[in-house]
């Protein structure tokens, strides 16, 4: 069974950035697409990126052009980079697999102040 941990989290300032780590343990990760959700106090989660196995990404248009995800097979760990971050990002981030029993991360609080 594959476990994700999430890691990067923090308080930034607006403007700032933030690198988010979601670390797999298990084999075969790299054949799952793989997912950074968010979670905002009293909001629904919500998709911000997602990236295949072969890395086509796609982004919640929220995010677009200030989030990239990414990926590195060999240590079986998918990223979140996030610039120009506004209060409205505050939530907690969660990695998620496809496959795999679809496993959750345990999540990462990320907090904008403005």
């Known amino acids: 069974q594959v476990q994700l941990v999430e890691s990067g989290g923090g308080l930034v300032q607006a403007g700032g950035s933030l690198r988010l780590s979601c670390a797999a343990s298990g084999s075969g990760i790299s054949r799952n697409a793989m997912g950074w959700y968010r979670q905002a106090p009293g909001k629904q989660r919500e998709l911000v990126a997602t990236?295949?196995?072969?890395?086509?990404?796609v982004y919640a248009d929220s995010v677009k052009g200030r989030f990239t995800i990414s990926r590195d097979n060999a240590k079986s760990t998918t990223y979140l980079q996030m610039n120009s971050l506004k209060p409205e990002d505050t939530a907690v981030y969660y990695c998620h697999a496809w496959g795999n029993g679809d496993p959750w991360g345990q999540g990462t609080q990320v907090t904008v102040s403005s």
């Open positions: 990236i295949t196995s072969g890395s086509t990404t």
